[in-house]
């Protein structure tokens, strides 16, 4: 099932700044007219997200026992420029649970966002793995 699609301006200023956080040194992301965003801008994209655009962030969902299992970026030729504007959409890929080696079990939920141009254009995908464990972390720990 499928969120709600969500837009998100790539923005000249915030792609520089987000290449000058991840320190990066390619000109075409720091002085271009237009730069380039560098491959992990698009989380970025969450600040563009509400709960009706995320599947997995539900309102009874107890952050403690959120961890982020992963994170993959694939993209359908270069990462977006600034001055593109991007519509996203989230759906829940596939939902699992293991036992823990700790003792309880650890519900896992893999989620895509695609993520396509003004013209439709799939320009990129992000592909996330989120774990809930089922007791909430020892203290101390």
């Not at 992990?40 to 599947?55: E, H, K, R, V, Y």
């Not at 694939?74 to 001055?83: N, T, V």
């Not at 439709?120 to 972390?137: C, D, F, H, K, Y």
């Amino acid at each position: 099932m499928a969120a709600k699609p969500f837009t998100m301006d790539v923005e000249a200023g915030k792609v520089r700044e987000f290449a000058k956080a991840v320190k990066a040194s390619n000109p075409e992301q720091l002085a271009d007219d237009r730069p380039i965003s560098t491959p992990t801008f698009l989380m970025a994209s969450a600040f563009w997200q509400g709960p009706d655009n995320a599947p997995t962030m539900r309102s009874d969902l107890d952050l403690s026992r959120l961890l982020h299992g992963g994170q993959e970026f694939i993209f359908h030729g270069p990462p977006p420029r600034a001055g593109t504007r991007l519509t996203g959409q989230t759906r829940t890929d596939r939902t699992y649970t293991k036992e823990g080696r700790r003792g309880g079990a650890m519900t896992f939920t893999e989620t895509v966002t695609e993520y396509r141009d003004e013209a439709g254009t799939l320009v990129a995908e992000a592909r996330s793995t989120l774990i809930i464990t089922s007791q909430p972390p020892a203290e101390g720990a």
